[in-house]
DNA sequence: ATAAACTCTCCATTAACTGGAATGTAAAGA
DNA sequence: TCTTTACATTCCAGTTAATGGAGAGTTTAT
């Protein structure tokens, strides 16, 4: 398939799509006589991966990484494990503070009365 | 405090903060004598409340919104509500989409077997 | 055949920092 | 008091991960 096929599917812009091929993260293969890039589905897999894992912050760098996980046949299972654990781990350790950030808001939320008195007790909760 | 004091309580760089400082978001009041950046206890719970949602890709506009939703006191709370409960909206998208992140490195680990033989089943997970 | 839609490369710009130089200030020890 | 060390300042350049636009070629649809 052709690019914006493949940003469609990855829900990544055909810009950012095309930067993953420059920067060599996503390579696809080349229409001879067009110079166009043909995208399979498990480049689009990787695209889906990827877009995951940067909206949650991890580098590209990272995400090389995190790739070669699924790709890198010469490394041993063993150090695939120790590697995906220690993102397990980053990736926790993100979950916990998402829901302190959630918590937070939430406790605004039920402390607003939501009707239109200007009020809300604001830097008490954020002074704690 | 000085900078360095309010950049280790709110683990942000010396740099952040000095940035935060000059993009306006969080100005702390200045030793008149020698020109230092003097911040309060409201200061760091302000830098601390951004780390959290910088981390979470809340850009830094969405960070002023939401910072204002504990400071601006001319707003109605029917209208703070309205905003709060659009950006818990966004974190439970992006917390769903983490989960999803975590499930599939948990999958991978749980495949490998984690001693020395150099195969795993790899491909066949992404391109499911 | 020609327009619309899509693609290409190349170059500039953006957001949010990050690093480094040059310089000034403050705290601690001799 | 002097001075060394640690910390602070501004200013400017560089980085990361895109994003936008120009100019030109390709494909598809009428």
Redesign the pocket.
Known sequence: ???????KLSK????????????K?VE?A??I??????YTNDDVAKLNF??KA?RFN??????RELLSLYQNKNRSSKEVKKLTLAKIASIDEKLKEFHSLRDELSYLVNCCNGDDRPSCPILDELSK
């Open positions: 398939m052709n690019i914006s096929q493949a940003a990544l812009s055909v810009k950012t799509v095309r930067y993953y091929a420059d920067i993260m696809p080349r229409n006589r067009s110079g166009y890039r043909s990827i877009g940067r991890f580098s590209i760098e990272e995400c």
